[in-house]
């Protein structure tokens, strides 16, 4: 029998070409899958600012500069001026504190690069998840280990829903913790 | 006993009472003249889901190419996003921290500040939301003693107006060609300053609207001090001088007292609309719907108006006569006659046995029965009753009326405790003549337009346009061009309210204070600084503060020391400024005994014409043409007719016939020599040959959002009043042959009714009853026990907090309120003309009017109508892509991101009270009017801007929920129903919405009036088990059935 050559491209081209095309979208699928939901990223900073020196060495408590966290929606990045209320005296010599202070008595825009962030259509509240005793480190990883700032944990609808319905196994440092809302109004509107 | 009997009825009983019950009533509720005639096209239309024209829109040979805009816009965003795509993480944007933290903001938090409103020249207490030090809503001050909290229409859209793109940025002066050019402060500062000082032995005129600011009266005064040839004219498109003149000639003293209108056992209204715009409503609908407490029967009023055509007073009336208003004077001298029989003695002498009321009720065609009810009720009500009639009828109205209260008695429901005041008494009539004929004479050497239009609103023979030429230099002070800057050498930009400083005076007893939320957001000034500065006589540097210092010294100085406080002056101001009112011990002016006298006026015998009668009435929604550059306000469908985008002339069913026309229809109506063409429109319940237009819009020169807006009604009036300066007697009215699109929300979104004639009533949509039939037998209309009905789902389980509503229809006047305030927390866009023709109309809450029984003698029933959140959502179970669904706390969630427009849920709601967004509105009406970077700043930001292809709907306020949610978890405590208000709610002037938790046994909410006897689910029969209640409406009047 005469192999044909529409044999030939049913039996071996189009399964390899159908091979190639599945395979190398499941691997960019899983090998980009951090850059997908963002874990990793830690990008430079206009300011060479440690959390690992502030938070970590020296103590200072995340509300100290993040003061939304229990009032508001937003954690609020601090202002320049709370960092100005040590650095008026503070290693004042220093080139990235020589940067601070001049953004702050030259009354720029101080530009930090989002690390950390959900959709325009989820209405994440900070408020209402510190206050119900989850610490800062269950979504934002050991911060104080961090000379800068990088997103260890997925931000993706899933990830919050699995803390949602999994209260228990997830913070298992809350006492008598409770599932969270898994409604849509919970987060959209 | 009867309580009993009635929920055991067995099944046969029932029905029999049911049928007889329908026999009863053969009031039928309709919507329009299409519904009641049940025209076919009607039937037709509510078979679609959308209206005629819909598809024209997508006429591919219409839709324009890509524009240079779009192009740009595409290309910018493909090579974004190849940049975005080929980096390894994609950028999240920046994070801007305030540079200096403002002590008071928390960012996500909003904050409130307490001002004044000058929206118009009731100076309502605000309380203005700001975000991030953006205002973006205003709510009512709860401490403000007069408005208590509350908030009109009108209050809630001049947050549009503070954004409105169209506001001027700069000052303008004139070229020599006419035409207006940028200019500087500094410039026009000194042109003006010299020629202040040239100014000779010239008048320099002020030309104002009321005044209510006890110090910017001051700079007034200052101003005068210093050119004593100014004179300051102020004046108000709708005023009360009649009304206070009369009161003056019987009582002595210039000012009409308050009424203490929930005292009111029977109220009679006579060309007025006081739970609308006569007076100040958010104030009187309060104290009114006092007396309309279905839980206090006891003090239950009952209403009597007689109007010209149907008003909002009119709507919510118990009897209700069509009456031209040149025969009330005829009306009430009969009322006098028939009580003085009565044994009632009437102080005076008049011969009033002329007047009999059985022949004026055979003359103008009224229910003598009722009229005797009328005479009845007064009689019985002695000293509980208040009559009052319209600002815009004669003197000897207002004469009579005053006589006829007083010898009802009922001067004991004048107010004593408050009078309004006057900082600055507002302009007689005639006085205006002496300064267009001094302009004429050319005695007039500057004009300032103090933030007025008196071009549009003084009448055309008057000649004031033609006059100002005479006047070499003309100054208008405004927030946007309006007609009489237009004609001015400069126009100067004023700030808005809330981005001003000043103090109100409205009544004794207490002070409010106004206070910026937001530095200017362009180069304007407000008008008092301008003064300042104009006062210092030479060019000096603008000082920011000028005003601000000014007001704080003259309270330190003159106002504060009579207070007599233990605070100091910065306690004092700064408590003042926190609360936004001060309050003081003060004695109003208290009026004298009746003088006989005046009853001089009444002996002669005023016959009603029978000519074709024209009564102008001041806006609902465009005011007195201040805002008819709010698409907020002119997309509000009117009270009464659901017109929106403009104004008509009102004439009735009989009228129309005679002159051989029908709605839209244009008519020529010819008063005097002055003419105007309106299109007309069959308003049920207007009195033959009568003729009513309100007053405010068609202005020449106004903004994108205004232009072509209605017709200007103002023509028709003149400097010598007809038969008074609003009402007139047309020469000639006829059909002018053209026609016009008139377009109303009245048909749409109607309930799938097509079937079943007369579905408002069968299908028990509108319920109502009597109070007689209430206090007979509270359970008249069987409600506690709902149709059980099996549901092929599994229930929903309600563990926590179970939202609901409750909608009390004995309060709810149908003004309107709550549309604009839900606009306005909930992102709603504006559509236009063109889309609401189509019912594209995006308000998420609507309130459905129904009349029923004769054309000519309507009932009127209010209904508002917004997402029920239905229990069984009939939404829910067709949305193929689980947008919208339910939620633990009992709401149909809407999902907008997830929403891929398929539209099932709008064609499956029974209610009707989904939207959907046809076009981005933002981008698509009035040519990205929107979407300006100034406008999008009134945007909620807890609320998602919807965009083109997503359905949308009545969330119950959400945001508010998950705020209240948030603020219950801080403080560690579980959340209770009357944590939160939804907007609605907090603007309905009468408290006729109530919100609260349904799982909560022991509220109010739920024991007062989610469980109320007369409480209905409007199409319960369809077994959608929904979560707004509506307590029926009962009619105070004497026969049981409605």
């Known amino acids: 029998m005469r192999k044909s050559l529409l044999d030939y491209i049913l039996k071996v081209r189009l399964p390899i070409t159908l091979f190639v095309i599945i395979a190398s979208f499941t691997i960019t699928y899983f090998a980009s899958r951090a850059e997908d939901n963002g874990v990793g990223y830690s990008p430079v900073q206009p300011i060479n600012f440690s959390h690992k020196l502030h938070a970590g060495q020296m103590r200072i408590d995340c509300q100290y500069c993040h003061t939304g966290v229990e009032r508001s929606r937003n954690a609020m990045v601090p202002a320049v001026s709370t960092c100005m209320n040590c650095h008026t005296i503070a290693k004042k010599d220093s080139p990235e504190i020589k940067k601070l202070r001049n953004y702050y008595y030259s009354n720029i825009a101080l530009p930090w690069v989002r690390v950390h962030k959900v959709p325009d259509f989820v209405y994440f509240n900070h408020s209402v998840h510190v206050n119900s005793g989850i610490k800062c480190e269950s979504c934002h990883g050991d911060v104080r280990q961090m000379t800068r700032i990088t997103q260890v944990h997925s931000f993706s609808m899933s990830d919050c829903l699995n803390c949602h319905r999994h209260a228990k196994e997830e913070l298992p440092y809350i006492k008598d913790v409770k599932n969270g809302p898994d409604n849509c109004f919970a987060c959209h509107r | 006993m009867s309580e009993v009997k009635n929920i055991h009825q067995p099944k046969a009983d029932n029905q029999t009472e049911d049928k007889s019950k329908t026999e009863k009533l053969d009031t039928n509720y309709w919507r329009s003249f299409k519904d009641l005639f049940r025209d076919t096209s009607l039937i037709e239309a509510s078979n679609h889901e959308f209206g005629d024209g819909v598809k024209d829109d997508f006429e591919p040979s219409k839709l324009s190419g890509i524009s240079r805009r779009k192009f740009l816009a595409l290309v910018g965003a493909s090579a974004a996003l190849a940049g975005a795509g080929c980096s390894d993480y994609r950028s999240k944007g920046d994070i801007i921290p305030y540079n200096k933290m403002p002590e008071e903001i928390t960012v996500g938090k909003a904050n409130y500040y307490a001002s004044t409103s000058t929206a118009c020249s009731h100076g309502c207490g605000v309380l203005i939301k700001t975000r991030e030090g953006r205002p973006i809503k205003v709510d009512g001050n709860p401490d403000h003693p007069v408005s208590k909290g509350k908030t009109c229409a009108k209050c809630q859209a001049s947050i549009l107006s503070l954004y409105d793109p169209e506001r001027l940025k700069f000052p303008m002066r004139k070229s020599r060609n006419g035409g207006f050019l940028k200019s500087t402060w500094q410039h026009v500062d000194d042109e003006i300053i010299n020629a202040l000082n040239k100014i000779g032995n010239k008048q320099i005129a002020f030309v104002s609207q009321r005044i209510i600011s006890p110090t910017g009266k001051k700079v007034l005064d200052d101003f005068v001090k210093q050119y004593p040839n100014t004179k300051i004219y102020s004046y108000e498109l709708f005023d009360e001088q009649i009304r206070n003149s009369a009161w003056q000639k019987c009582y002595g003293i210039n000012k009409f007292p308050l009424i203490s209108w929930d005292k009111a056992k029977v109220i009679l209204g006579l060309e007025t609309d006081f739970l609308g715009t006569d007076g100040n409503k958010v104030e009187t609908s309060r104290l009114y719907t006092q007396g309309r407490e279905v839980n206090n029967l006891k003090k239950f009023n009952r209403l009597y108006v007689a109007e010209s055509t149907l008003s909002v007073t009119g709507m919510n009336s118990d009897y209700r006569f069509r009456l031209r208003p040149d025969a009330q004077f005829e009306f009430v001298m009969c009322l006098l006659n028939e009580i003085n029989k009565n044994g009632i003695s009437v ?32 009689a019985s009500a002695k000293g509980e009753s208040v009559i009052y009639a319209g600002r815009t009828l004669p003197e000897n109205v207002h004469i009579a009326v005053n006589l006829l209260n007083e010898a009802l008695g009922n001067t004991a429901l004048y107010r004593t405790d408050s009078i309004d005041v006057d900082v600055l008494p507002l302009l007689k009539h005639e006085e205006i003549k002496e300064l267009v004929n001094d302009m004429n004479a050319g005695n007039v050497g500057m004009i300032i337009h103090y933030d007025s239009n008196p071009v549009f609103h003084f009448p055309d023979d008057l000649g004031y346009k033609d006059a100002l030429k005479k006047v070499p230099v003309v100054v208008s002070i405004t927030g946007s061009q309006n007609d009489s800057s237009e004609l001015g050498n400069y126009t100067l930009p004023l700030s808005h309210d809330f981005e001003s400083w000043g103090d109100a005076k409205t ?525 029926a409406k009962l009619r105070n009047i004497e026969s049981e059935e409605v």
């Open chain 2, 347 to 378: 102080p005076g002498s008049l011969p009033l046995g002329g007047y009999s009321l059985k022949s004026f009720a055979g003359k103008y065609s009224l229910s003598l029965k009722n009229l005797k009810q009328l005479v009845k009720d007064l």
């Open chain 2, 507 to 1031: 009544r004794t007893g207490f002070y409010s204070f106004q206070q910026p939320v937001i530095d200017p957001i362009f180069s304007t000034r407000q008008k008092e600084a301008i003064l300042l500065t104009w006062l210092k006589g030479k060019p000096v540097v603008f000082d920011e503060m000028v005003y601000h210092k000014y007001l704080m010294n003259n309270w330190q100085n003159n106002l504060y020391p009579t207070f007599n406080t233990k605070m100091t002056f910065t306690e004092f101001w700064n408590a003042g400024l926190h609360d936004g009112i001060a309050i003081l011990e003060e004695e109003p002016d208290s009026f004298g005994s009746f003088n006989s006298s005046a009853l001089s006026e009444l002996q002669n015998a005023v016959k009603a014409s029978s000519k074709y009668i024209v009564v102008l009435r001041e806006s609902y929604q465009a005011g007195d043409g201040k805002f008819l550059n709010n698409g907020w306000l002119l997309e509000l469908p009117h009270p009464v007719s659901k017109i929106t985008w403009d104004n008509y002339a009102a004439v009735s069913h009989n009228t129309a016939k005679d002159l051989g026309i029908k709605s839209n229809d244009m008519i020529a109506i010819r008063v005097g020599d002055r003419k105007l063409e309106i299109p007309a429109f069959i308003q049920p319940g207007t009195a033959d040959k009568t003729i009513t237009i309100e007053l405010g819009f068609g202005r020449k020169v106004v903004g994108i959002v205004g232009t072509g807006v209605g017709f200007n009604a103002n023509v028709l009036r003149s400097k010598s009043a007809g038969i008074s300066p609003w009402i007139y007697l047309a020469n000639n009215v006829s059909k002018s042959g053209s026609s016009y699109h008139l377009v109303a929300t009245m048909e749409h979104h109607m309930f799938g009714e097509a079937l079943t004639k007369d579905a408002a009533q069968k299908r028990k949509i509108i319920q109502e009853g009597t109070v007689k039939e209430y206090q007979k037998d509270a359970h008249f209309l069987n409600t506690e026990n709902p149709v059980k009905m099996e549901s092929l789902y599994n229930p929903h389980e309600y563990p926590g907090v179970k939202w609901g509503m409750a909608v009390d229809l004995n309060k709810c006047v149908g003004c309107g309120d709550c549309v604009v305030a839900c606009n306005a927390e909930n992102n709603i866009p504006i559509v236009g003309k063109d889309q609401v023709a189509v019912s594209r109309e995006m308000q998420w809450l609507r309130v459905d009017r129904y009349y029923s029984g004769s054309i000519d003698d309507p009932v009127t029933s209010n209904q508002i109508m917004l997402c029920q959140q239905c229990d069984n959502a009939p939404c829910e179970n067709v949305c193929p892509v689980a947008a919208t669904t339910h939620s633990p706390d009992g709401l149909n969630q809407m999902i907008y991101n997830r929403c891929v427009g398929t539209r099932y849920c709008s064609n499956n709601c029974p209610y009707k009270v989904r939207r959907f967004n046809f076009f981005n509105y933002r981008d698509h009406f009035k040519d990205n009017y929107q979407q300006s970077h100034l406008l999008s700043l009134v945007y909620n930001p807890e609320v998602t801007v919807r965009s083109r292809g997503v359905m949308e709907k009545c969330t119950f306020c959400i945001q508010r929920i998950m705020e209240a949610r948030s603020n219950a978890i801080e403080e560690h405590r579980p959340l209770k129903g009357s944590d939160v208000r939804t907007a609605c709610q907090d603007a309905c002037n009468t408290e006729a919405i109530k919100f609260g938790d349904m799982n909560d046994k022991d509220s109010e909410f739920y024991k007062k009036y989610r469980t109320h006897e007369l409480g209905y689910y409007v199409l319960e029969d369809v077994n959608t088990r929904p979560n707004v209640t509506y307590i």
